[in-house]
Structures are given as C-alpha cells and as structure tokens.
C-alpha cells in the first residue's frame, strides 16, 4: 500500500499533469488531420488523447517505476501482486472535444490494495481542476468540496452516462422514475467529469449502467472524499472495489441525503 509519503508525491504528480492538460488543450479542437475512429464511427480518437497519454505515462513511469500503467489509449495491465497501479485517461468525453463541445476532461488516479489513493480531474474547457486524496477530502483548486445537501430529488438534477452512443439496458427506466419525481437529468459526456460534478454539489447524484476504472476511478475519488455514498447495486452502500468489477453491475454515487432515494429508483 502506498505509504503518506508516497501518497502526497503521486497527489502532486497527478496534480501538476493536471494543469499541464489544461494548459495545453484548453479550448483547442482537433483537425480532421488530428482525427481517428477505433472501434466504431462514433469512437474517435486524436492526436491529442495519444500525446498526452505519452506525457502522462512518461512523467509517472520516471517517478514511480514500479507501478502498473493502464490507459485508454495504450492499452497496460493490473499488476499481479496488487500492487499501485495508475488509470489514465487522456480526454474523457473525446466526442465532446471533436466537436467543440465544453464537456471532456483529463482524468487520472492511482489504486492500490486498499483501494482508490489519489486521483485528479482536469476540465481543459473550463479550467477547472478536481482533486482528492484518500482520507484527505476532495477540492476545486483551492476550494474543499461537499456533495449538495439536498434531502431529496424532487427538483434536482441526476446526471446519466451513455454507453459510448448506446443507452444503457435499464436507463429509460430509472429516468422515468426521476421524471415522476420532477427531478431533471442531464448528460455531460465525460464520466469523470460527471462524478467530479457531484463531489462539488452541481448535482444529486449520477448514474451509470456501467463504468470501467480509466473513466471512473478519479471522478469516484472524488465524489467519494466529498461525502458522496457510492453505490455498486442495489440493495448496499458499498465502499467501492479497488478492482472496480462491481461496477459492471452498474454504478451510483449520490449526496448522503438521497442516497436511499436514488436505490429506490435504482431497483424499482
């Protein structure tokens, strides 16, 4: 497990790519000399997603050697022992960033055998930079974040994920519960971004039919050190996996006061 030490170097390294992605994307949109698709017409890639995935893992690799390395783009493993591993990816929301729109974001965290440690989510659009420690709460550069305070959904906002352009099996569902509820749902487009945003109180909670740890892990970090309950099925509050495989069941987090509402609507 990463010892104190450890932990505050890879909070500042994460910190430091943070606004490095931030000044060197801001509000740049791609070339179609920049453009590539991967598994679909809708899964793009650029330049860009590969240039700052190289920096990332150039930077974390000369100070932490024996760490694993997992990105979007370049593809890496868990390490077999269990040990630190970092998740990157280089634009979160890469949609978003093709065609000039604001959400998508730069996410980055590290785990280990007792879970998510450290974590960042840089928003280049905006310029905003998330950041939390395990056991050290979560911040907006220098303001300490709190999930919202609502003790109900009536008249909120819940944010939702696609799969890629696909809808979630189960999602017309739940939005219909919240729609009953008066409760608004908005897609941003960035996982990351999206989790972020509820650690910072922008939104009751967020729901995803499913979620991998290059998109999810720092923006759960985040909400999570904000207060947020984090959910993997209904039925428990979960503290949520170092191996985030849970999440394939599907994933919530949510402001403490409509956490059990939010199962409620999960489950039925």
């Not at 590539?36 to 920096?55: G, I, L």
Request: aromatic share 6%; proline share 6%; hydrophobic share 45%.
């Amino acid at each position: 497990m990463l010892d104190e030490r450890e932990l505050g170097r890879a909070s500042e390294l994460a910190i430091g790519l943070g606004r490095w992605v931030i000044g060197e994307v801001g509000r740049r949109r791609p070339t179609m000399a920049d453009l590539a698709t991967k598994a679909h017409a809708a899964d793009w890639v650029t330049s860009v997603d590969v240039s700052v995935e190289r920096r990332a893992r150039e930077v974390l690799a000369e100070e932490f050697p024996d760490h694993a390395l997992v990105g979007e783009e370049m593809g890496g493993s868990d390490p077999p022992d269990g040990g630190p591993r970092w998740y990157i990816d280089p634009i979160d929301g890469t949609t978003n960033f093709v065609h000039g729109m604001p959400g998508y974001s730069f996410s980055l965290a590290v785990a280990d055998e007792a879970g998510l440690a450290a974590g960042v989510v840089a928003v280049p659009f905006t310029g905003e930079l998330f950041s939390a420690v395990r056991g050290r709460g979560a911040w907006l550069d220098e303001q300490r974040l709190e999930c919202s305070p609502a003790k109900t959904l009536v008249g909120g906002i819940v944010l939702v994920e696609l799969a890629g352009y696909r809808i979630w099996p189960g999602l017309p569902e739940v939005m219909a519960r919240l729609e009953e509820r008066s409760c608004v749902t908005r897609v941003l487009g960035s996982s990351a971004y999206t989790l972020a945003s509820v650690g910072a109180g922008r939104a009751a909670a967020a729901y995803f039919g499913g979620c991998q740890p290059i998109d999810c892990a720092a923006g759960v970090l985040v909400a999570k050190e904000a207060g947020g309950r984090v959910i993997t099925g209904p039925g428990a509050h979960l503290a949520f996996p170092a191996d985030m495989s849970a999440s394939r069941a599907g994933l919530a987090v949510a402001a403490p006061g409509v956490a059990e509402e939010i199962l409620r609507i999960w489950g039925g």
